[in-house]
C-alpha cells in the first residue's frame, strides 16, 4: 500500500512523519512517498519569521482558534491531537530548544528556521517517509473503479492508495506556492473558497503619511469597519481590532496589525467598502485625552502644542499631524476646541485610506481555499472522496501572525497523518 503526500512544507512533513511511524508500528511494509516540486523541502518554513520561524505561538488550543475567527472550530480536534504545548515539546525531543517571546511569538532558540526545517524534514525521513524533491505534480485523480489515486508526473503517473494534499495556497509563488492544488480539488468536486491574500501589506495613505516611511508604532490598535451603502446605519463595533505593531511604509501600511486586519479588507469587493482606523493611545479614552489637554491648558498653556502631543505620538509623527490639523505651531492656550478635538481624534480615531494590498506576492499566507464544509475535521479526509486528506493552508483556514498558521498546518498534518496510515491499513487488512 502507498500513501502520497503532494507538498513537503509545515503540514506535508508532519504528515509524512506520523503516517510511516503509525504504519511502521502497525507492521506494515507500506510506503509514504512525499513528492515536492521544489529542490528542498520546507521552502517557507525557511524563510518564515524573517528566518527565524515563529513556528507556534504560546497560547492553548482556544487561543489558537480564536485567530482563525470563523474557521477556527474546525481546528478543535486538530489541535486536541497536536496543540501548541506539544509541538514545541516535539521539536524539543528533535533537538530544537525554543524561546517564547514577550508577544507569545515561540522561535527556535537558535534563531535559525533552518533548526526547525532540518528538524522535522529528518523526522519525516527516520519515521521511514521517503522525500522525493524536484518532483513537481502536474494532477491528482481517482483511479478508474478502484478506490485508488493517479498522480500525475512529468514524465510518469503513479498509483497510490490514499493521497494527503498538502501543496499550499498560492501566496508567495516565487517559492513554488501557485495555487495548483485549488485547481485538482474542483475538477475532484470539491467546493474551493475563492483564494484571497491575506497577512498581506496595505497599499494607500496621504502623502504625508508616506513621508512617515520607516516609522515604527509598537502599540497600536488598528481595525478595520465596515462601511455600508449609503443610506444605511453604520456599524457601532469594527469588523476586526488587532493590538501591536505598526509600520508606515513608502507605499501604505505594513507591521503586524496591519497585516493581520489586511485579510478583512480583501474579503471585501472593493476596499472602499472598508475604512481602516488607527488609535495611537490605546490605553487612554478619548475623553481622557480632552481632559488632559484640558487640564495642560489650565496649567500655563504656554506650552507648545506640538510638545505636548509628543507625549501620544513618536516626534516625527507629532510633528506630521501637527501640520496636517494645523496645531503644529500654536500653544496649548492658542488652540481652538475644534482643532482640540480634531487632535484627539487623530490620536483616537486616525483613518488611513488603503486603496489595496501588495497582493498574493507579498502575502504571507492565502484566506480561501477547500471549503471545511466538505472535509472531516476529525481526520482531515474529504467527505467526498475516501482516501484523499487535505491539510494546511490549501484549506479554507487562515490566522493571525504569530505562528498560528505553522500550528495549524503542523495539526491538520498530523492529523491526516495519523488518519490517512488507518485509512490504507484498514484497506489492506478489511473485517
Ligand atoms: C514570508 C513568509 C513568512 C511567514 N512566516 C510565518 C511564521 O513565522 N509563522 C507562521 O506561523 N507562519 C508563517 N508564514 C505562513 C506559513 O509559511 C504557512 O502558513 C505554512 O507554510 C503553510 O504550510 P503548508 O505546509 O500548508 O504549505 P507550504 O509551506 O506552502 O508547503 C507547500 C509545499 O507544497 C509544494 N508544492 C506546491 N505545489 C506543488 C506541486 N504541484 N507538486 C509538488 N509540490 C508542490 C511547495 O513547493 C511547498 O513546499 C509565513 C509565510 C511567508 C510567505
Redesign the pocket.
Known sequence: MKIAI???????MMAAAIAAQRLAGAGSDSQVIV????RK?????L???GT?????HDCGPEGIMEAFGRGGAFLRQALATLSPRDVVALFHSLGVATQIEATGKIFPASNRALDVRDALQGYAERSGAEIRLG????AVRPAPDTGRFQVVLDDETLDFDAVIL????K??PG????G??YAWMRELGHTVITPRPA?VPLVGGEEWMHGLSGLTLDDVEASVWSVPPEGQKRPKKPALTRRGGFLFTHFGFSGPTAMDVSGVITAADSPAQTRLTLDLAPDYSADQIERWFEDQRREGGGRKTLAATHRWFPKRLAEAVGEVTGTADCTLAELPRAKAKALVDSIKNLTLPVSGTRGFDK???TAGGVSLKEVDPRTMQSRLIPGLFI????LDLDGW?????????FST?YLAGEHAARHVSEAACPT
Open positions: 503532494i507538498g513537503a512544507g509545515a503540514a506535508g513528492l515536492e516540486k521544489n523541502a520546507g521552502v517557507k518554513i524563510m518564515s519569521g527565524r520561524c515563529n513556528l507556534t518532483c513537481g505534480v502536474r498538502t501543496v499550499g495556497g501566496s508567495w517559492c513554488g506556492t501557485i495548483e492544488g497577512l502575502a504571507e499566507v491539510a494546511g493552508e490549501i501572525i504569530g505562528g498560528y498558521n505553522f500550528q495549524s498546518a498534518g
